[in-house]
C-alpha cells in the first residue's frame, strides 16, 4: 500500500469528456460512466483476498477505499462541472441473486458514506447522479436514496425482483432505468419480449420517473431482432398513449 502509486489530482484527465465534447452537435451531453469504489477495491484485490482482509486487516481495506475515494471524488466532480457533461452514470456492483457481496453492515459503514461524497461531488454542479448495480442490493436501497442522494437505479433481474417492483417501492423517490429481463433479451421469443416490455410499461410509465430499457448492459448475446422488439413496442405503446 505505502509502494503503490496513488494518482495525484494533476496526473487525473477528462480528455474523453473534452474530446467527445468537441464532435457533438450542439445541445447533445456526454453520460459519463465511472467505475465505482467497491469495483476497484475488489479489482485490486481480488474478492477472495477483499473478503479474508475485511476481517484481518480492516484497516488496509478501509486505507484503500479512502484513497480511491479521493480519486473518485475528485474526478467526478472535474468532470460534472464539464458543460458537456449531462449525468454522472456510476457503476458499482454490489450484490449477487441473494444478498450484496460483502454484509450490508460493511458496506453501510464503510461504502455508503464515502459513496455520499461521490454523488455530492456531482451534484455540486447540478447534473444528475445515476446508480447502476447488479446483484440483490435491496438491503442497501433506503441508504442508497436517502444518505447517497442517487437519482436514479439501473439494472434489474426478474428473479432478484421485477423492475415493477423496484419501481413500486423506490419510484416516488428515484427515477428507475431498465428491466426487461436480459434472460428474456437473450432467450425469449419476439413475441415474449413485446409482452414483458408492456407488462413493464403499463406498470411504470404512467407514473413518471420511469425509463425503459435492457435489465443490463446490452450483451453480445442479446438477439438483435428481440432488441428491436423492445424498442418497437414502445414505440406503439407511447403512440397509444399519446407520446
Request: with cysteine; aromatic share 10%.
Amino acid at each position: 500500500y505505502q509502494a503503490y502509486h496513488w494518482p495525484t489530482q494533476e496526473e487525473i484527465s477528462i480528455f474523453p469528456v473534452e474530446y467527445a465534447a468537441a464532435q457533438m452537435p450542439e445541445g447533445m451531453k456526454v453520460m459519463l460512466m465511472y467505475s465505482g469504489i467497491f469495483e476497484d477495491l475488489k479489482e485490486m484485490m481480488g474478492f477472495e483476498t477483499l473478503a479474508y482482509a475485511t476481517a484481518d486487516d480492516p484497516e488496509l481495506v478501509d486505507d484503500i477505499l479512502e484513497q480511491l475515494t479521493r480519486i473518485a471524488e475528485y474526478t467526478v466532480g472535474l468532470a460534472a462541472a464539464h458543460p458537456a457533461t449531462g449525468a454522472v452514470f456510476y457503476g458499482e456492483d454490489m450484490g449477487f441473486n441473494t444478498g450484496t457481496l460483502l454484509s450490508p453492515a460493511f458496506m453501510k459503514r464503510h461504502v455508503i458514506p464515502r459513496h455520499k461524497r461521490i454523488a455530492d461531488a456531482c451534484h455540486r454542479h447540478g447534473k444528475p447522479f445515476l446508480l447502476h448495480s447488479c446483484g440483490n442490493v435491496i438491503a442497501l436501497m433506503d441508504d442508497l436514496v436517502d444518505v447517497v442522494g442517487i437519482d436514479a437505479k439501473h439494472s434489474f433481474e426478474d428473479k432478484i425482483l421485477p423492475v415493477e417492483e423496484w419501481y413500486a417501492r423506490w419510484g416516488d423517490r428515484i427515477s428507475i432505468i431498465g428491466g426487461v429481463d436480459m434472460d428474456i433479451l437473450g432467450r425469449g421469443s419476439e413475441e415474449q419480449v413485446r409482452t414483458r416490455t408492456r407488462q413493464i410499461l403499463e406498470a411504470c410509465a404512467p407514473g413518471g420517473g420511469y425509463c425503459i430499457g435492457s435489465g443490463n448492459s446490452v450483451a453480445n448475446y442479446i438477439k438483435l431482432e428481440n432488441y428491436y422488439a423492445m424498442l418497437d413496442e414502445t414505440r406503439s405503446w407511447n403512440q397509444e398513449h399519446g407520446y
